[in-house]
């Protein structure tokens, strides 16, 4: 098993611009979510889906978009990209959204300049 | 939503010292989990533990959930162990994790 992948892992944006990180899981878990980390802030939650066709929001998900159309694909979406998004992003993936652990992606360290 | 407090936030330990990580939440989860990010930055589930206590190696976890606290036992600390340790409870049937800010620990040769 892969468990979870993520690319690419750095990416370099200019303001305005679009760009999706990928995110795939090999573990036939249903539960998958997206985190951004940024210094002194610990680990924030931007959306997450407890299954394909299924997508909720987080704490912070102003600025992207996701989609579930398979159980192993979730995509993260920055529609125009702004400063304020320069950030690792961690992709996450666990059995249910009951239960479970949690295993974590490699992570995208992304610059939006 | 859920608040998270860990302590201490900081912590330097000499090579082969015991520590104890605390995280209290604000109100009751279904479940708990301990992670550690290595100075890679890669994220590593350490224990997934509602309740009761488990141990893996030099390490240990017990959760308190009716006291709305956990604790992380690291014995004979080694410089492989220094990094970023953050608990996470969820709460409800969404599974969200809510992260606490961590405590970083430095272990020195």
């Known amino acids: 098993n892969a468990g979870v992948t993520q690319t690419p892992k750095f990416q370099v944006l200019k303001t305005g611009q679009s760009m999706t990180l990928q995110c795939a899981q090999d573990m036939n878990h249903e539960y998958m979510s997206w985190y951004r980390q940024d210094p002194g802030m610990g680990l924030r939650l931007i959306h997450y889906?407890?299954?394909?066709?299924?997508?909720d929001q987080g704490e912070v998900p102003n600025g992207y978009n996701v989609s579930r159309s398979t159980t192993e694909d979730f995509p993260l979406r920055l529609l125009s990209a702004a400063p304020s998004q320069t950030s690792v992003y961690f992709c996450a993936s666990r059995l249910f959204s009951t239960g479970g652990e949690q295993y974590f992606g490699p992570g995208t360290r992304l610059t939006v300049t | 939503g859920i608040q998270v407090e860990q302590s201490p936030p900081d912590l330097i330990l000499q090579e082969g010292a015991n520590s104890t990580l605390r995280c209290n939440f604000s109100d009751s989860v279904n479940n708990l989990q301990w992670f550690h990010q290595n100075p890679w930055g890669q994220l590593i589930n350490l224990f997934y533990i509602p309740s009761g206590t488990k141990q893996n190696g030099r390490l240990s976890a017990t959760t308190v959930a009716t006291e709305r606290y956990s604790l992380l036992y690291i014995s004979s600390s080694q410089t492989t162990d220094s990094g970023v340790y953050f608990c996470a409870p969820d709460s409800g049937n969404t599974g969200k994790l809510i992260f606490g800010q961590g405590t970083t620990l430095q272990v020195k040769p």
């Open positions: 889906s407890v299954g394909a066709g299924i997508t």
